[in-house]
């Protein structure tokens, strides 16, 4: 059985544009929760993405669903897949990333693996995932589901959500959220900038942060 709902209202652009300006890792200064298992790993070096979550959930070795989505996703989707723990088939290969670009998706995010990675250079289609295997899923016209709250590296993640991917890894933001974290995490880079100044200029970096003030009050004799 397929289960098939609407495509999710697509993340302000204006927010999507912000939210790249901003570092995954900065983001982790901010939060705890809301990132993916580390071991989802970006395909291509120094990618930074955001974009809207399309959600797909695909079982055993069934991609029907993933060739069906091809012909719904939008400029500025990221197609987020959980593969129910299948770590063995790839369900995304050169076919799907070509028919993802040319329908203007900025990236995927699969709970597993992949294949065909040249492709992904080829063309320039960011992709994170568990790394390679050459062995695919088929189409098998069994089940799957799309748009709905999928499990992918440990966190829940719903159609319509903002994601933000980069090479230290993938975040999934609530879209009402979203806006004040990323305006947080830009101050804290900017502020990141000033420091670095202040070291270049001979300042030591535990009389910046405080560090020396913590060990010398608790220093023992």
């Known amino acids: 059985m397929f289960v098939i709902n609407s495509m999710p209202e697509q993340i302000d652009a204006e927010l999507v544009d912000l939210l790249e300006k901003v570092e995954v890792a900065t983001i982790g ?13 970006s395909v291509l070096p120094n990618k930074r993405v955001a974009g809207t979550a399309v959600t797909l959930r695909i079982p055993n070795a069934d991609s029907t669903l993933l060739h069906y989505l091809t012909q719904h996703v939008r400029p500025g989707d990221i197609v987020v897949i959980d593969r129910c723990g299948d770590r063995r088939h790839a369900c995304w290969g050169g076919v799907i990333t070509n028919a993802m670009k040319l329908a203007g998706v900025k990236a995927g995010v699969i709970d597993g693996p992949a294949t065909d990675f040249s492709e992904f250079t080829k063309i320039d289609m960011p992709m994170w995932c568990r790394g ?12 799957g589901a799309l748009n709905v709250p999928v499990s992918v590296g440990g966190q829940t993640i719903h159609p319509g959500d903002a ?3 980069d090479e230290s890894g993938v975040v999934v933001l609530r879209p009402a959220e979203a806006r004040a974290i990323a ?39």
């Open 163 to 165: 994601i933000l991917c």
């Open 29 to 41: 200064h901010v939060l705890h929760s809301g990132f993916v298992d580390p071991d989802i790993k």
């Open 132 to 143: 390679p295997s050459p062995i695919t899923t088929k189409l098998l016209g069994l089940e």
């Open 183 to 221: 305006e947080r995490a830009i101050a804290m880079q900017e502020a990141e900038i000033v420091l670095l100044d202040r070291l270049r200029a001979g300042e030591k970096l535990p009389d910046i942060s405080g560090a020396n003030k913590l060990v010398e009050a608790k220093r023992s004799a």
